[in-house]
């Protein structure tokens, strides 16, 4: 009995901790990540979903959407003069993600405050409405016509990172789950 107990105990050390929730970088504005997710999308009645891989620095963004077993659907990149999107073998350019996305894709993520709202900030230099939980954490933010809906944070900590957000506009409703955060 005592060396099933042992060997029980022993098991039980070699158990993975659980990880340390994301906290929100020390200098957000100029703070380079990276995400790993999910993204359900629903503009005017027509449903999308794919995996996401987000890279984001200040001068670009990288966003992969992946098919159900993980193979690039598109990629979006995005960088101070223009954007690019990659659909399989065609090549698609234009001055900004947004309108590139919602001409070949029917629906876009919005980058300029997209970066700012996924790290639980308003977007800076544009008015904004915010409304806390009782941990302090962002709970509702309406800016620039969005509405985004913080419904899961890493941890109950103030400056814990989103790991669910639900953002609308004018018809167009998306999910965004966020598995995981990588930060510098």
């Not at 990629?75 to 947004?98: F, I, P, S, W």
Request: net charge negative; with cysteine.
């Amino acid at each position: 009995m005592g060396i099933l107990l042992a060997g029980m105990l022993s098991g039980c050390a070699l158990l993975p901790s659980a990880p340390a929730p994301a906290v929100r970088p020390a200098q957000p504005e100029s703070a380079a990540f990276a995400l790993n997710g999910r993204i359900a999308v629903n503009y005017n009645g027509t449903r999308h979903s794919a995996g996401l891989r987000w890279t984001h620095t200040a001068q670009s963004d990288d966003i992969l959407l992946l098919a159900p077993l993980g193979q690039t659907a598109a990629r979006v990149y995005r960088d101070a003069q223009n954007a690019t999107l990659d659909d399989g073998d065609k090549h698609y350019q234009a001055g900004d993600a947004e309108t590139l996305m919602q001409q070949v894709l029917g629906w876009y993520l919005p980058l300029r405050g997209l970066h700012h709202w996924v790290l639980g900030l308003a977007e800076t230099g544009s008015p904004a409405q915010i409304e806390r939980n009782g941990n302090g954490q962002i709970a509702v933010l309406r800016q620039d016509g969005w509405e985004i809906r913080y419904l899961r944070h890493s941890a109950a900590m103030q400056d814990s990172l989103p790991t669910r957000l639900q953002l609308s506009r004018d018809g167009l409703q998306m999910q965004l789950l966020i598995d995981e955060w990588e930060l510098p």
